[in-house]
């Protein structure tokens, strides 16, 4: 991961080295629909067929809401079952067993699941969060989750069901969906941060002086795996069209008058959207039934415990109360021995005491300043990353599966249209060059859920040794036909005159 430097743009150089992390392109198709179809269609030549094409990119959103309507009925039906709000008082009027209870929630979880899935949001994996707790950004606390305010039988049911590799060790308590990657940037002086680094970096010269720092090095907390996303003996050969992200922080700044002084940028990579999905934990007096569905925007993955369930309140790291309790022992002993000398210098028990005092009070004041950013960022997350909650997030959720699904029929209808036969290899490639060529953007295009779709509605065919071919735009609308919401419209047109 170590590569040359490049020049910072803005504020002074931040980092020695580049930490450069690789992630799998998505398959979510980053242009707004309107656009989309807009641009397509001024692509083509013949105005008839222009029109057409518009036709029949409406045809076929109204048709894949058509499919999608009772799946998701039942997943808003079952929710309000289990409506953290509401959904108490609607079991109570069901009068159903637990047993029964039981197998609705699952069937729950099974739908949200299969939903989130089209919706090309992926299960935040072990090595992701690894990846995430490995580094710090605007929150320097150590947030941790009390793990005995969350439930651990509703998600371990369902894992136990429907098992998935490489989960985090919290996949029992709540579960962390995430989509998209972006940019953090905050430009500041960072004065307590730059101090706090410095006497970080004088705490590891000591520690490597006194040989003390090979005695307490953790071992690693489980076995870890050789991720090539972490080796770039890698990066050139398997994966060319990955995404890349750099993350620049105050630990990799190069020690100048001009970083230490002046104002510098840092960076990190965000998750542009993340899901968490957990239940609280059950009293002795009030079985909680309620399952928690919280949608946030724009986190950055070092900060990533920001919008995790019942946090606890920070306090002072291990860390801290060593270097607290061990300058306040170091600075006793330095005064009894100065009061033990024959000529005791009061002066320099005063210098020394005033050292210990600042020291402690530094500490404080430093704990002080990253609680106050701390509920900062408690509060930003409240009120300007939670995008939504509950039945509102389901909703997002339906609709963006409907969106995603009519962006990649259409793209793929217009590449088989306008450039012929093509085999499914080659249809996923041309696919991703038209995203690229036309709108900038880059995604790992799902040509196997579209070519599905196409031939379920009957608008592509395959040949005789396997290429697909689609038919022409109009007997593509007969094909699918009026639809409801066209006679709908119609209808009401009519009224109008």
């Not at 629909?33 to 409406?58: G, V, Y």
């Not at 989509?179 to 960072?190: A, E, K, V, W, Y």
């Not at 946030?296 to 002072?316: Q, T, Y």
């Not at 600042?358 to 960022?377: P, R, V």
Request: hydrophobic residues 40%; proline residues 4%; charged residues 30%.
């Amino acid at each position: 991961m170590e590569k040359p430097p490049p020049e910072q743009q803005g504020g002074g150089q931040v980092k020695k080295q580049k930490e450069v992390i690789r992630l799998e392109r998505e398959s979510v198709i980053p242009v707004l629909k309107p656009k989309l179809i807009m641009t397509l269609a001024n692509l083509i030549e013949q105005n008839s067929d222009r029109t057409e094409f518009l036709k029949l990119c409406k045809r076929v959103e109204y048709t894949i809401r058509a499919w999608y309507l009772l799946q998701f009925e039942d997943l808003m039906q079952l929710y309000s079952l289990f409506d953290p709000v509401h959904g108490a008082q609607k079991l109570e009027q069901q009068n159903l067993s637990p047993d029964e209870i039981d197998v609705l929630e699952q069937n729950f979880l099974t739908y949200l699941f299969q939903v989130m899935d089209k919706s090309n949001f992926k299960i935040t994996s072990e090595d992701e969060i690894d990846v995430a707790r490995s580094g710090q950004y605007l929150s320097n606390l150590p947030i941790a989750v009390d793990e005995s305010k969350l439930d651990k039988k509703l998600l371990s049911k369902y894992f136990r069901e429907h098992p998935q590799d490489n989960l985090p060790d919290f996949a029992d308590k709540y579960i962390i969906f995430r989509r998209g990657i972006g940019i953090d940037r905050t430009t500041d002086f960072f004065i307590m941060e730059k101090v706090d680094m410095l006497i970080a970096r004088f705490w590891r010269f000591l520690m490597r002086l006194t040989g003390l720092e090979k005695l307490l090095r953790k071992r690693p907390r489980r076995r870890q795996k050789e991720d090539p996303k972490k080796n770039d003996e890698f990066v050139s050969d398997t994966e060319p069209e990955d995404l890349y992200v750099e993350r620049i922080r105050l630990e990799n700044m190069d020690l100048s008058l001009r970083n230490l002084l002046g104002k510098i940028t840092i960076q990190e990579p965000t998750f542009d959207r993340i899901i968490v999905v957990y239940r609280r934990a059950s009293t002795a007096s009030k079985p909680e039934r309620g399952i928690f569905v919280k949608h946030f925007k724009n986190i950055p993955m070092a900060d990533m415990e920001i919008a995790l369930p019942e946090k606890k309140n920070p306090g002072l790291t291990p860390m801290d109360w060593v270097k607290f309790l061990g300058s306040a022992v170091v600075g006793l002993v330095a005064v009894f021995s100065s009061l033990e000398m024959p000529s005791a210098d009061l002066w320099v028990i005063f210098a020394i005491v005033s050292t210990v005092i600042g020291y402690c009070a530094k500490t404080y004041f430093t704990f002080q300043a990253n609680l106050a950013a701390y509920q900062n960022l408690i509060t930003q997350s409240m009120y300007d990353k939670q995008l939504d909650s509950g039945k509102g997030t389901l909703l997002h959720l339906c609709d963006d599966v409907i969106q995603q699904e009519v962006k990649e029929i259409i793209v793929s209808f217009f590449i088989l249209m306008e450039q012929g036969k093509s085999t499914r290899q080659d249809l996923d490639i041309r696919c991703e060059e038209l995203i690229k060529e036309e709108f900038d953007e880059s995604c790992n295009f799902d040509v196997d859920d579209a070519v599905q779709k196409l031939e379920k509605l009957g608008i592509v065919q395959q040949d005789t040794i396997g290429r697909y071919y689609c038919v022409g735009l109009k007997r593509a609308n007969e094909i699918i036909g009026t639809t409801t919401e066209e006679l709908v419209l119609k209808a009401r047109q009519g009224a109008a005159t």
